[in-house]
């Protein structure tokens, strides 16, 4: 019920490089892995078999770095090797979905495998929809098909794709841009599908006499949504974006991936009903938790190693590890030696001299248990902080991009 994307262009980011990021909420006990698929050719007349559907094959499909759900054939994220990024989000749309059709994890991977601009896979990802609509469950165990809207980037663009069925709408970003689980593009779009405004008048969506459609007042569907599920999300997000234009820089979308608000990369629990309950970095269990994150550096230089960053968990609490999936053979496989060590190749460690005391690799428990406080007010307690007091709900807390991004 969840997921946040931004994407950050040249202009809004500190090196002109462009960022993209994401945060995967699913259920808070599924997992999902880390996948890496090679660049292949195929034959002709082969098909593909996607999570609900069978397709006819590219001849030729890209290699790509992704996040999947165990049981999922699709994406929740991913980069491929010409430097395309793309994520999906839930939204709630008035058109009925089917047991059967494509899900937004498909579209993520078919745009990935088959496209080399953020252009190109809006094409692919939008003819297959009106081609072979949405459907299928996302969710492994109960039956929940539903609408999706995606961000798409490369190293120079990045669209916004809303969708409603066979429908959608796409906008291009011009700096910053962030998706959330609603509809969001009005009558802004400068792409859509061939019978937008018609479809949504002659379901009585949209006045006859009111021009070209807003696609979110036409085709969003609120019922049964928490009203606080995805506004005060995007909002956020926005901000956050708007507040370090200019300067971004991975740290930066790191930690708006980690945000709960007003306690910065501190989770704190809140009421259901609080307009905070769902944050950025989700703790919203049983229904969905953040399960997984990434963010992605995309060069326009194509000597430049393009770098991505995947997170395994909540993000709060999560270290991104890096990944450079287009670097030296040496440093993808083991298999294989690069012309030099690894610069990060273990080193031989000095034997202590006789009589050193022997220091633990970590510090006991006991040099830094006592900062724990049963009563009184909650301390941070961790080894190395100042153990200082938390604040408490309501507290101002600075901007988690305050000060120096590197």
Known sequence: MGCDTLVALAPGTRDRVTLFAKNSDRPPRECQRIVQFPARRHPSGSTVRCQYLELPQVDETAGILGSQPYWLWGLEHGVNQHRVAIGNEMVFARESLGASGLTGMDLVRLGLERARTAGEALAVMTDLLE?????????????????????????????????????????????????????????????????????????????????????????????????????????????????????LTPLNMRAILRDHYDAGPVYRPREF??????????????????????????????????????????????????????????????RSSPARPPAWKPRPRRPAAAGEPRRPRWPSPRSWSGRWTPTGPRRSGLPGSSGGELPGPGAHVPSPLAGPAT
Do not use: K
């Open 131 to 247: 081609r072979h609509g949405q459907g299928g469950s996302g969710q492994a165990h109960v039956e929940w098909p539903y609408h999706n809207a995606f961000m798409i980037a490369d190293p120079l663009t990045a669209w916004i794709l809303e969708t409603s069925g066979r429908h959608w709408a796409a906008r291009r970003v011009a700096e910053v841009g962030n998706v959330s689980n609603g509809l969001a593009i009005g009558a802004d779009w400068d792409r859509g599908s061939r019978d937008l405004t018609d479809f949504a008048v002659a379901r009585g969506w949209w006045p006859r006499d009111a021009g070209r459609v807003d696609f979110a007042a036409a085709y969003a569907d609120e019922s049964g949504v928490p009203p606080n599920l995805a506004g005060a999300r995007r909002r956020r997000a926005a901000a956050l974006l708007a507040e370090a234009c200019g300067r």
């Open 273 to 334: 009903d609080d307009e905070h309950f769902f944050s950025l970095c989700m703790h919203a269990d049983p229904l969905d938790n953040t399960t997984a994150a990434m963010v992605a550096r995309l060069p326009a230089d194509p000597s430049a190693l393009g770098t991505t960053w995947v997170c395994l968990g909540s993000p709060c609490v999560g270290a991104f590890l890096p990944c450079y999936p287009e670097g030296p053979a040496g440093t993808r496989s083991r």
